[in-house]
């Protein structure tokens, strides 16, 4: 299924407007039940996927006891997350997955689905030119 890019505040060094590939996803908590929509960027730069800490209590998810790893790459140095499930719904294909993330407290960082399962399950293609880009599930 193909997707437009969405238009950002930002603007890039030419002054036009920054369009970034994102998704629309509903957010399931433990039991699979919806909890709230959410944007998600789609990272090909990011090795797993990153979900700000904010949405943990409403996803049920509890990160006290929960591996905590340093990441690189989002912040200057290395910045502490927790790792644990992301359970979602792509909202317009309807497509469902449970994927590891790391919960990280960062202003800078919404969700970003990286590579780690989420492009495993899914041949991304990216059009920047036409300001689209297109999601088919993988035939692995």
Excluded: W
Aim: proline share 3%; hydrophobic share 40%; with cysteine.
């Amino acid at each position: 299924m193909k997707f437009k890019y969405t238009s950002t505040l930002a603007t890039d060094t030419r002054g036009k407007m920054i369009k970034r590939p994102m998704l629309e996803l509903e957010l399931l908590n433990q039991k699979g039940e919806f909890v709230m929509n959410a944007l998600a960027l789609i990272d090909s730069g990011a090795d797993t996927t990153l979900v700000n800490v904010q949405y943990a209590s409403p996803l049920g998810v509890g990160l006290g006891n929960t591996p905590k790893v340093d990441i690189i790459g989002v912040a200057n140095g290395k910045v502490s997350t927790c790792t644990a499930v992301f359970r979602f719904r792509i909202k317009e294909t309807g497509d469902e997955l449970e994927i590891p993330a790391n919960y990280i407290d960062s202003s800078n960082v919404n969700i970003l689905l990286g590579e780690e399962v989420f492009f495993d399950k899914f041949k991304i293609k990216f059009e920047k030119d036409h300001d689209t880009f297109e999601i088919s599930k993988s035939k692995k």
